[in-house]
């Protein structure tokens, strides 16, 4: 079978999200890294990831991945000032008190990956719009949505709504993303100026440019920028998160200095997006040391 056709069924068996994990993310993978891949010895990190969402589905994932949920254990592991404020949870869109929100303010599924609403001027707003919008996001189910990522699947629909946070000298939030393997964190995936010039670059824990990248589509932040003060302590917050978790990343924002827990992700990407060089795709592979199935476990609860 040439390439060319092999791609083209390999595009609509993707969208098959209804078949059987173990069959369904071969197609996955193959269709995004054009590799071939190996459940039963998986080496690069993507590959251990499309592993993760067929093997290792302990409950709380369910938890961790839910952002209202993942409330409770936050507070719990390193307590509630690192929480953004919230001003409310709604399993109905025509639910949204759109009159007694303030100005500024963003509103998120709390059950898929990058459904949010950012209002930065509430007169603006198009309410009907915004509600056809939630409307849509709330009728979604994350794991066939997208990648089979078992961690969403049962998570309940529900609108958050938070605090609109800004840095007092920037025009858009700046995002720490630590990969965390066994409980510590091993890099931190930085991205910036999102709205205006999307960068991303890969950081160590002594804030020094790593050589390599989170996607060769990304703008890369091609030289140091500014170390946020709370550094170390968001490193801190996010190995305790991480805590006996064979791989997570935890996602933190720095405002003023203050730092706010932004999620817990297990896929990132959805496996869809390879680092660059290419051989650090086996590189940050070999950080992650998957857990074993027991003899006659079917999976990891």
């Known amino acids: 079978m040439s390439n060319k056709i092999r791609r083209f069924f390999l595009k609509h068996l993707r969208k098959m999200r209804f078949l059987p ?8 993978y193959e269709y995004f890294s054009g590799k071939k891949l190996d459940l039963d010895n998986p080496k690069e990190f993507n590959e ?3 592993w993760y969402k067929v093997f290792y589905r ?3 994932l369910n938890q961790l991945v839910d952002k209202y949920a993942v409330r409770a254990f936050v507070e719990d592991k390193i307590g509630a000032q690192y929480l953004n404020e919230i001003y409310g949870v709604y ?3 025509e639910d949204v008190p759109f009159d007694e929100l303030p100005n500024k303010f963003a509103i998120k599924a709390t059950h898929t990956s990058s459904h949010n609403l950012i209002v930065t001027d509430k007169k603006t707003l198009d309410k009907t719009k915004a509600l056809k919008l939630f409307k849509k996001w709330l009728s979604k189910n994350q ?3 997208i990648g089979q990522e078992w961690a969403y699947k049962d998570v309940p629909p529900r609108l958050i709504i938070e605090k609109f946070l800004k840095e007092d000298d920037k025009t858009s939030l700046v995002d720490y993303k630590f ?6 964190a091993q890099f931190i995936d930085i991205h910036i100026d999102r709205d205006e010039d999307h960068k991303q670059g890969c950081f160590d824990l002594n804030f020094k440019l790593l050589p390599f990248g989170k996607s060769s589509s990304y703008k890369s932040i091609s030289s140091e920028i500014e170390k946020p003060d709370n550094l170390e302590e968001m490193i801190n917050c996010a190995e305790i998160l991480a805590e ?3 791989f997570v990343r935890v996602d933190f924002y720095s405002i003023n200095g203050k730092t706010i827990f932004g999620e817990m992700t297990f896929y990132p990407s959805d496996a869809r997006k ?3 060089p290419e051989e650090y795709n086996t590189i940050i592979g070999d950080y992650f040391k998957l857990p074993k199935l027991k003899k006659g476990q079917q999976v990891i609860t």
């Open 48 to 50: 251990k990831i499309e």
């Open 244 to 246: 006996n978790i064979p």
């Open 143 to 145: 794991y066939y949505r």
């Open 179 to 184: 990969y965390c393997f066994d409980g510590k």
């Open 274 to 276: 390879a680092f660059y």
């Open 21 to 28: 994990s173990k069959m369904y993310v071969r197609y996955h």
């Open 91 to 93: 399993e109905n869109a």
């Open 58 to 60: 302990p409950k709380i």
